[in-house]
Structures are given as C-alpha cells and as structure tokens.
C-alpha cells in the first residue's frame, strides 16, 4: 500500500511526443481510472508506472521513492493485462505461485497464499488446469489471482475486461472493485470505457491525446466538464454542442447541454428548433435524435412519460441556462 | 476444423498427383528398390555376374569394425553440427528478438548462408583453413598453433562439423526467432513484473515455450547431418584422415563408387533408408500433435 506521485511525466517515441506531460498525486488505496480514446497515451502512461517503458522526463514516485530507474521488479507493482499475460505451459496455480517461487518464499506460505488468493477467486476447482482449459472471465481471474498474491503497493490494470462479453465485465467490474476496497491496494485502472471510469473510480483521469484534460471525481467531472473534449467524452449519450451565437451565449464559442439537461417544446417555443430525426424508446427513456436549423445533431433524453414526437415533425428544444457549458475557441470550459 | 476439399471422381485427383508420384518413383522408389535388391547380391570385380548371398552383406557390414566406427562418427558429427548449428542460432536469435528495429536487415544477411550449397560451403572454408594458403590458419600459425586438418583427426572433424553447422544456422535462426516472436511480449513482461530477470525468464517461460521449435529442429539437422552433409565431407577430408570423418553416408560413397564394392554399399543404403525413416516418422508424429504444453 503505498502514494503514487506522477510529476510532469513524458514520453516520447523516438520524434514523437505521446505523453505531454502528466502530473497527479495518487493517495494511498484510492482506486484511479485513466480514460481515453484509443491511442491517446493512456496504456504508455501505465506501463511508464510499472517499469516497461523508461520516462523521457519527470519523476514518478511509489511511496515516495523516486523509481524512474527502477526495474519493474523492484517497484513493488503488480499488473493485469488486456490479454491477461498468463504462463501457458503453466497450470493455474504455478501461473500465481510463479512471483512468489522466484522470491523465494517458503512453500507452505506459498501455497497458503495461493490458496486464499483461489479462495477469493473462486478459482480453487481450476487451480491444476491449464489456462487453455478455462474460460476468458476464468483467466480474467487468474491474472488478477497472480497480481493478489504478492501484495503488491500498487496495482495496475490494462483494460483488463476488455476481451470479456459485456454481461461478464460488469460483474467482473464490480468484483474488482470490491477486491480493491477489500485489500486496500492502490490502484490505476485503464479503461476506453466511459461508464467503467465513471463506476469504479475514486478519480479519474481523462486523457486526451497525450494530455490529462481533466482529474477528479466521476461526479464531479461529469457535472463539471473542464474542456470541450471531456464533456464529449464522459456521459452517454454524449453531451450535444451548439454554436455558442445561436442561442445568444454572449462569450461562448460553443454551448455544451447535456440531453438530459433539455426539453422539448413546441416549435419555436423554444431557445432552438429542429426536425425529429428519430427516436429511441428505451423503455425508461426515450432518446430523440433532432436535426436543429442549422444542421446540428441534438439528443434530447426525456423520460417515459413525455410523448414521443413523430419523426419528421418540427420540434423546439429548452433548457435552463445554468445547464449550460460554455466553451471558448480552444475547448476550454469558461 | 480442418477444410477438406473433396472430389468426385478419382481420376482428376490422379492425375493433379500423377507428377509427384512419377518423379517419386523414379528418384525415389526405383534407386530404393534395386538398392535393397543389390544389397542382396555380390557382383563379381567386372559388373558380369552377380552372386546370391542373402543377407550375407549386413552380416558382414554389423562384424565390420570399421562400419561400427563410421556409425560412431556419425553420432558424434550429427550431435556437434545440431549442437553447433542450433546453439549458435539460438544465440544469434535471442540477440535479434530483443531488437525492435533493424532485425528485418539481420534476418536478410543471417539467410544468405543457407544459400550456400553444401560442396561450395565446403570449399570456403577449406580455403580458409588450408594449411599452406589458409588464411585462418596462417593466423593460427602466427599464435603458435600449428592447424592440420590433413592429418590431425580432430581438426579434420572440428572443420567439417563447422562447414556444416554454418549452412544450417540461418535456416535455424529463422525458426528460432520466429519461435520466440510468436511468445507474446506482455507473457515476458508479466514475468518481468513477477520478479524474473532475463536468465530465469529464459529458463522458466522462453525455453518451455520454446520446445516445439526446439524439437522440430533437432529431428530436422540430425536429418540434415546424416545425409546432406556428404558435400561438406567430400570437399573438405574426403573421410580422412583415417576415416575420422567417413560419416555412413560417406560411406556408402566411398565403398560403392570409390572401393566399387557395390553389395556392401547397397546393404548400407538400405540402413540408411531404415534410419531416415524411423527419424521421419519420429517428425511426423510429432508435429501431428503440434502443441504440447
Ligand atoms: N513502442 C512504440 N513506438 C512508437 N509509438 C508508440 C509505441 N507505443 C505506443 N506508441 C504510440 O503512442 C500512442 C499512445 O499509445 P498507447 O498504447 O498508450 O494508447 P492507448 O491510449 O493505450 O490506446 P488503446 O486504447 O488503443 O490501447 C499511439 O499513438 C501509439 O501509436
Ligand atoms: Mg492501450
């Protein structure tokens, strides 16, 4: 258990810059989720964290020891990985004793922890399987059996439900978070997956082409977007922008409203018409995609009990004005 | 699941088979079948009668010190070319895998041996060795070291085992970097994570994970030793010096063509023939059940 420290920490591939500089103070067993698109830096930063790949500058600090040249071995880390990484030739459990055999902890003590660790898991029928036998929430265990049982200070996750069916990652998520509030661990999660960020994480951390657009809390992120780029990325359906003139935002470039910050109205009842494209009935909600005057997609997210418009018919949107998220030219929320 | 395409008839898969099985039988087969029928047989000096002796042939090649030496030879030349060739490859693999870039330009000069003929393989490196005009044995003479090849057994051995495992390396490279690209790289960092440095990742993940490879390429240069390195051989000690390097194959050569003793020479192709089929069935076999671990 251990503070995780990054301080302007980049990378960079030979010319080209991946990481821009990265900076958070990670407290002891908070749970911390890095959320991207595809190819914004957010695995690169990671593997920074565990030693696979050297920082081109900055420090990173676990438990306040500078371990920029630190093997990752050293670093008292332990990781999952997206295509979990287990030994093959290996059987469950040597695939988790493996770690704690080149420590050279005594065997009784190995296999107490194997055990506990299988115990926890769920893993105590599979342990002389190999992982070609099991299923891919199975293995999706044994890699984190393999992480619990070196008590490692920090954990680190790649994606690591990525390759499961959706209904499993959503048990696994809520697994692994429970695991994590249960040791205590402190842990740095990567995800593309907006609504794993906004679940599992204490904070988290939106990157945005190498850039940490925004660090805080699920909540506070989602309400309080600090760019353009965040407010289009966290939440879904995703927030709708407008031309900040069009609806006479004096100093706003563009206007953010989140769909369900808005209404329909009667045609030109409202601050902006449109044509209903189509809509989605999704039971408890209903999704009404608008094609506005000039040329926008809007979403407007209305509850079950609002009537439905027809498609094709002309509409009017209304929102409140503190619902709104000013952006200027360069995305940053004013 | 495997795809099978299945024809109606027999005669259009017949005749889409029918070069293979010509050229088969007529490289292969025919030589098989009148080398087992020679090894029957004693002709007499002039190739004018021949003399029915049974299996008189392989009972006399099995009494026959010096055959049982060939045999000797063989094993020890067949187990240093596989040693060297694969020790070296593996070597030169391991370097080239730990290199992001550039292992394309590597992999294109490290092939360039395997194009080598055998008998051209040879000649270099006799050249190279020569005792009067040698280049590397002039050196060696500068050190102190009087090289000899013609007359000392074990340089004549060391030689022709270096000749032929130099050919193979490349071939064996290919499959052993190939072999440890196919190793997925978080599998080696997962270890490294665990604790593992470089010596105890070999051990423990890369050469388990090798074996496969490992094994298809000991069948494939023992294989290679026993038969292709006849080129090797004849360029560079013709057998000698006292026979040090007659491996069977040479043998079989220097008996039939060279000692025209060509009842004995057949009876020893028919060993071969016998040898090479238990190592290809071994293959076989083995790659049917391709992963093991
Ligand atoms: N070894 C490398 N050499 C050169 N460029 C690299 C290397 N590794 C990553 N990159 C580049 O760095 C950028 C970030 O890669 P990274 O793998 O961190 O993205 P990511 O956010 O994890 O994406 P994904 O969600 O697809 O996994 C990408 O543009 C990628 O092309
Ligand atoms: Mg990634």
């Given at each position: 258990?251990?503070?995780?420290?990054?301080?302007?920490?980049?990378?960079?591939?030979?010319?080209?810059?991946?990481?821009?500089?990265?900076?958070?103070?990670?407290?002891?067993?908070?749970?911390?989720?890095?959320?991207?698109?595809?190819?914004?830096?957010?695995?690169?930063?990671?593997?920074?964290?565990?030693?696979?790949?050297?920082?081109?500058?900055?420090?990173?600090?676990?438990?306040?020891?500078?371990?920029?040249?630190?093997?990752?071995?050293?670093?008292?880390?332990?990781?999952?990985?997206?295509?979990?990484?287990?030994?093959?030739?290996?059987?469950?459990?040597?695939?988790?004793?493996?770690?704690?055999?080149?420590?050279?902890?005594?065997?009784?003590?190995?296999?107490?922890?194997?055990?506990?660790?299988?115990?926890?898991?769920?893993?105590?029928?599979?342990?002389?399987?190999?992982?070609?036998?099991?299923?891919?929430?199975?293995?999706?265990?044994?890699?984190?059996?393999?992480?619990?049982?070196?008590?490692?200070?920090?954990?680190?996750?790649?994606?690591?439900?990525?390759?499961?069916?959706?209904?499993?990652?959503?048990?696994?998520?809520?697994?692994?978070?429970?695991?994590?509030?249960?040791?205590?661990?402190?842990?740095?999660?990567?995800?593309?997956?907006?609504?794993?960020?906004?679940?599992?994480?204490?904070?988290?951390?939106?990157?945005?082409?190498?850039?940490?657009?925004?660090?805080?809390?699920?909540?506070?992120?989602?309400?309080?977007?600090?760019?353009?780029?965040?407010?289009?990325?966290?939440?879904?359906?995703?927030?709708?922008?407008?031309?900040?003139?069009?609806?006479?935002?004096?100093?706003?470039?563009?206007?953010?409203?989140?769909?369900?910050?808005?209404?329909?109205?009667?045609?030109?009842?409202?601050?902006?018409?449109?044509?209903?494209?189509?809509?989605?009935?999704?039971?408890?909600?209903?999704?009404?995609?608008?094609?506005?005057?000039?040329?926008?997609?809007?979403?407007?997210?209305?509850?079950?009990?609002?009537?439905?418009?027809?498609?094709?018919?002309?509409?009017?949107?209304?929102?409140?004005?503190?619902?709104?998220?000013?952006?200027?030219?360069?995305?940053?929320?004013? | 699941?495997?795809?099978?395409?299945?024809?109606?008839?027999?005669?259009?898969?017949?005749?889409?088979?029918?070069?293979?099985?010509?050229?088969?039988?007529?490289?292969?087969?025919?030589?098989?079948?009148?080398?087992?029928?020679?090894?029957?047989?004693?002709?007499?000096?002039?190739?004018?009668?021949?003399?029915?002796?049974?299996?008189?042939?392989?009972?006399?090649?099995?009494?026959?010190?010096?055959?049982?030496?060939?045999?000797?030879?063989?094993?020890?030349?067949?187990?240093?070319?596989?040693?060297?060739?694969?020790?070296?490859?593996?070597?030169?693999?391991?370097?080239?895998?730990?290199?992001?870039?550039?292992?394309?330009?590597?992999?294109?000069?490290?092939?360039?041996?395997?194009?080598?003929?055998?008998?051209?393989?040879?000649?270099?490196?006799?050249?190279?060795?020569?005792?009067?005009?040698?280049?590397?044995?002039?050196?060696l003479g500068q050190l102190g070291y009087d090289w000899n090849h013609v007359l000392n057994e074990g340089e004549a051995m060391g030689l022709v085992v270096v000749a032929s495992a130099w050919g193979r390396i490349s071939y064996n490279f290919l499959f052993f970097l190939a072999g440890l690209q196919a190793i997925p790289r978080s599998v080696i960092e997962a270890a490294a994570i665990d604790g593992a440095r470089f010596w105890t990742r070999f051990r423990t993940i890369v050469w388990p994970l090798l074996s496969p490879t490992t094994f298809f390429l000991l069948v494939v240069n023992i294989i290679y030793a026993f038969f292709e390195t006849f080129g090797v051989i004849h360029t560079i000690t013709s057998g000698g010096p006292q026979q040090a390097t007659t491996i069977l194959v040479y043998k079989v050569y220097s008996d039939g063509f060279v000692g025209q003793d060509l009842g004995s020479s057949a009876a020893q192709s028919v060993i071969?023939?016998?040898?090479?089929?238990?190592?290809?069935?071994?293959?076989?076999?083995?790659?049917?059940?391709?992963?093991?671990?």
């Open positions: 258990m251990a503070t995780l420290t990054l301080e302007n920490v980049k990378k960079s591939f030979g010319k080209t810059d991946v990481i821009h500089g990265v900076s958070v103070d990670v407290q002891d067993g908070e749970f911390i989720v890095i959320v991207g698109p595809s190819g914004c830096g957010k695995s690169t930063l990671l593997r920074m964290v565990a030693g696979l790949e050297a920082v081109s500058s900055g420090d990173i600090q676990i438990g306040g020891r500078r371990v920029n040249d630190v093997e990752p071995m050293d670093r008292d880390i332990a990781m999952v990985f997206q295509n979990y990484a287990l030994y093959p030739h290996m059987s469950v459990f040597d695939n988790m004793a493996y770690g704690l055999k080149i420590a050279k902890v005594p065997k009784p003590e190995i296999e107490e922890r194997v055990r506990q660790a299988a115990k926890l898991l769920q893993l105590e029928p599979y342990l002389t399987r190999k992982p070609r036998e099991l299923s891919g929430g199975q293995r999706q265990r044994v890699a984190m059996g393999r992480a619990i049982v070196r008590k490692p200070a920090v954990f680190l996750f790649d994606e690591p439900l990525s390759n499961l069916d959706a209904k499993l990652r959503v048990q696994m998520r809520l697994e692994i978070k429970a695991l994590q509030r249960a040791l205590g661990v402190t842990a740095l999660y990567v995800t593309h997956d907006q609504v794993e960020a906004m679940t599992m994480a204490d904070r988290m951390i939106v990157m945005n082409g190498g850039v940490a657009d925004q660090i805080g809390a699920p909540l506070d992120v989602y309400a309080n977007p600090a760019t353009e780029f965040v407010a289009g990325f966290i939440g879904s359906p995703p927030t709708n922008f407008i031309d900040g003139a069009a609806v006479g935002q004096s100093g706003g470039h563009r206007v953010g409203v989140r769909p369900e910050h808005m209404q329909l109205v009667g045609a030109g009842a409202g601050r902006l018409d449109g044509r209903a494209a189509y809509c989605e009935a999704l039971g408890a909600e209903t999704l009404v995609h608008v094609k506005s005057a000039t040329g926008t997609q809007i979403t407007v997210r209305q509850d079950a009990g609002h009537p439905i418009p027809e498609e094709g018919s002309e509409v009017g949107m209304d929102w409140d004005r503190e619902n709104e998220m000013p952006f200027n030219a360069e995305g940053k929320r004013l | 699941m495997e795809k099978r395409v299945t024809f109606k008839g027999i005669w259009l898969p017949l005749l889409l088979v029918l070069p293979q099985i010509l050229i088969t039988a007529v490289f292969f087969f025919y030589p098989a079948g009148q080398a087992i029928w020679q090894s029957l047989f004693i002709p007499d000096p002039f190739g004018l009668s021949m003399q029915w002796v049974g299996l008189g042939n392989f009972e006399y090649l099995l009494s026959d010190r010096y055959y049982r030496a060939s045999f000797v030879t063989t094993a020890i030349f067949s187990i240093l070319v596989t040693l060297v060739s694969m020790g070296v490859a593996l070597y030169l693999a391991v370097l080239a895998d730990r290199l992001i870039k550039g292992s394309g330009a590597y992999r294109t000069l490290l092939i360039w041996p395997y194009a080598v003929a055998p008998a051209v393989a040879g000649v270099l490196w006799l050249f190279m060795f020569n005792t009067r005009v040698g280049v590397v044995s002039w050196y071969l023939l016998v040898v090479v089929s238990i190592l290809t069935i071994i293959q076989f076999k083995y790659i049917e059940r391709r992963v093991h671990y």
